[in-house]
């Protein structure tokens, strides 16, 4: 193992900067074989400022190699957050050779270097057109000039039906705007769209619903994880839904999807930054989440955006334990073996006469209280309402973080602890009753750095 993560507290299947402060992730693009993650960087200190884009390189969102930072502060601002997009009918001009342009478009934070005092914030673009290794910033940027307060945090999608970039930014307050554009270079201003409670880096995407192609919905995201379901023409987004939440964790902030990931894949992918969390004597800070794969579906109450970890957390599996039809709690505990610090756990708990059932990590717990439908994990809860008065559980342990995905992804808990590395038990258990395990598979994980 690289000497450099396999530090006390580095997270082992998260992504985290070699060294320093990152805080959002940024101009997730895929393009040829490899996803991009950008992030928020500060390359010179542990704690936030200087943003630049770091930048990683993976074939599988878990196996990540960080290589040069792509977009350094200039006389604009430093480099705040944005997106990134392949221009694959060269819109840009920008191509010079085989490779198609791979663009990245962020916010000059003007004011906040002794270079770019007196500047404001303003949104600009850089491009590479060697697969992403190196990067040129536009010669007349700003792309779009300042419009309100601190406006930051452009995404970017390609809308095929108007044949034209759409950019969703954050104005100031709880507002964001909507513009297009035909060449990425100059951008026109569609409409206003308000998320109450809400600001920063807003994502747009297209989902089916229930998987149907022929019945597709659009989200409308903010940094916090509010969203509204509802329509997009090509100029006005319509919310159908109330404001929406999925994750309830303490740890979860300015997610956003991937772009360009091939329409025989078909996934929508988020990352988001896990701000906060402790990280005593490390030389980085901050983590982002596990890339967790987004889909609509039908429920009880509405249609819903679920959010379940993405399938290639196979590539990290190591031992397999399962077990079905137990008893809980059992004459012995069933997982009292097994000890380690990196765990993907699967369970479908039937609650029978249990109050509360539940895992013990590292003496955190992970509890469902069958009164309060409540669903918790290190302080912070959800409401989860059985189904037949059965639930499903996921769990992701890694060294500092623990993420709590309850039926199948209807809501999800992420949250940064600080691990107690002597106490690496597992347990489960019921109170009050039995319950019974339907099905209960717990899978030791491999460091992702190996
Ligand atoms: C969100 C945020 C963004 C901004 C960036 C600066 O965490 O405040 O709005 O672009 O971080 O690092």
């Not at 970039?165 to 554009?181: E, K, P, R, T, V």
Request: glycine residues 8%.
């Amino acid at each position: 193992m690289r000497e450099l993560y396999n530090e006390r507290y580095r997270p082992q299947f998260h992504f985290t900067a070699k060294q320093n402060w990152l805080n959002d992730p940024n101009g997730l693009m895929y393009y040829k074989g490899e996803y991009h993650l950008f992030f928020q960087h500060n390359p010179s200190g542990i704690n936030w400022g200087n943003m630049t884009w770091g930048h990683a390189i993976s074939k599988d969102m878990v196996h990540w190699n960080q290589i040069e930072n792509a977009i350094y502060p200039d006389k604009l601002g430093t480099i705040f957050s944005g997106s990134g997009v392949v221009d694959w009918n060269n819109t840009t001009g920008f191509q010079t050779g085989y490779e198609k342009p791979l663009i990245c478009i962020y916010t000059s934070a003007g004011g906040t270097s002794d270079e770019s005092k007196g500047q404001p914030f303003t949104q600009s673009i850089a491009y590479s057109n060697d697969k992403g290794r190196t990067w040129t910033k536009y010669e007349k940027n700003p792309v779009l000039g300042h419009i309100i307060g601190s406006n930051r945090d452009p995404k970017v999608i390609w809308h095929e039906p108007t044949e034209k970039w759409i950019m969703a930014l954050y104005l100031d307050g709880n507002d964001y705007a909507l513009f297009s554009s035909p060449n990425l270079k100059e951008w026109t201003r569609l409409s206003d769209i308000n998320l109450p409670n809400t600001s920063e880096c807003p994502d747009i995407f297209e989902l089916p619903v229930d998987g149907d192609p022929n019945n597709k919905k659009w989200v409308f995201w903010g940094a916090n994880g509010n969203h509204y379901i509802g329509t997009f023409d090509g100029k006005i987004f319509k919310a159908e839904s109330d404001l929406l939440r999925t994750d309830f964790g303490a740890n979860f902030y300015a997610a956003q999807t991937w772009s360009d990931i091939p329409k025989s894949d078909g996934r929508r992918i988020q990352i988001a930054w896990m701000n906060g969390g402790k990280y005593p004597d490390m030389p980085f800070n901050q983590q982002m989440t596990f890339p967790v794969e987004l889909t609509l579906r039908t429920t009880p109450y509405g249609i819903r955006l679920f959010r379940k970890p993405i399938k290639e957390i196979e590539n990290i599996y190591q031992k397999e334990y399962f077990w079905q039809d137990q008893i809980l709690p059992p004459k012995n505990d069933i997982l009292s073996g097994i000890k380690g610090d990196l765990f993907n756990i699967y369970a479908e708990i039937e609650l029978y006469k249990s109050s509360e059932v539940g895992f013990v990590i590292y003496g955190e717990k992970v509890q469902y209280n069958k009164e309060s439908k409540q669903l918790s994990c290190l302080g912070r809860s959800a409401l989860l309402e059985p189904i037949d008065n059965k639930i499903s559980l996921q769990i992701l342990v890694d060294r500092t973080s623990i993420e709590v995905f309850g039926n199948d992804g209807l809501v999800s808990l992420s949250s940064c602890f600080l691990p107690d590395l002597d106490n690496e038990n597992l347990s489960i258990y019921s109170l009050d009753g039995e319950a019974n395990i339907i099905l209960l598979k717990v899978y030791e994980l491999k460091s992702a750095w190996l």
